[in-house]
């Protein structure tokens, strides 16, 4: 069956489909930031406890606003974000920022839209905030119960290419039973920490 109704309508709508649950999905990432990995993704996002676990050119667990990075010695960092917030490649967030910052959204075919979205709004629930300059898009598209099956998410700077970056979530099934725990606190160490250690380790022979 295909999507009817207002665009806007139906795309909100699905959102609430979609977090009914656990899914398992990927995530494809183009970042330009240093201190998380881009590349694919592969996991499961819970969303009663939201909390998210991906692995791929690293490994993170996502809590709300939280993000924890596994290290090469075993050891995770911690960042935090604000109360009422998501990390960057927290799902949910992702979602959350469709319902709550979608203003326009045009159908493109049989249960896919093209979205603008409001930065404002969008800044208001990302734990690291959002560059002033960008402007953000997404696409999307839905499955047969009008759950969000792909979302493609696009923040651009026309003056600055290299500072945009895109984040595609593709959920691939829902309703599977998921447990994700966060790491140890004896093994986690702030972000800020870690990095203070780097610039404090000896250099190399020079």
């Known amino acids: 069956m295909s999507a009817v109704g207002d665009p806007r309508a139906v795309v909100t709508a699905a959102v609430g489909h979609t977090i009914d649950g656990s899914a398992r999905i990927s ?13 694919e993704f592969r996991g499961v996002v819970d969303f009663a406890s939201d909390r998210c676990q991906l692995t791929g050119p690293g490994r993170l667990v996502l809590d709300g606003p939280a993000t924890y990075t596994q290290l090469d010695d075993g050891r ?48 208001e629930i990302a734990a690291l905030g959002l560059a002033a300059a960008w402007t953000v898009s997404a696409c999307v598209a839905l499955d047969e119960k009008q759950r969000i099956r792909n979302l493609d998410l696009t923040f651009s700077d026309p003056s600055e290419p290299d500072g945009s970056m895109r984040v595609i979530f593709e959920f691939e099934t829902f309703g599977d039973p998921v447990s994700i725990d966060l790491p140890p606190a004896s093994s986690t160490i702030p972000l800020a920490d870690h990095i203070a250690e780097i610039c404090d380790a000896p250099s190399g022979p020079g």
């Not at 995530?27 to 590349?39: H, I, K, Q, T």
């Not at 960042?79 to 009422?84: E, F, L, R, T, V």
């Open 76 to 123: 995770w960092t911690h960042q935090d974000g604000p109360p009422g917030t998501w990390a960057l490649l927290h799902p949910r967030g992702a979602l959350e920022g469709l319902r709550r910052a979608c203003i326009t959204a045009v159908a493109r075919g049989e249960r896919r839209f093209s979205i603008e979205l409001d930065r404002d709004a969008l800044d």
């Open 27 to 39: 995530v494809r990432a183009s970042l330009p930031f240093a201190f998380l990995p881009d590349g």
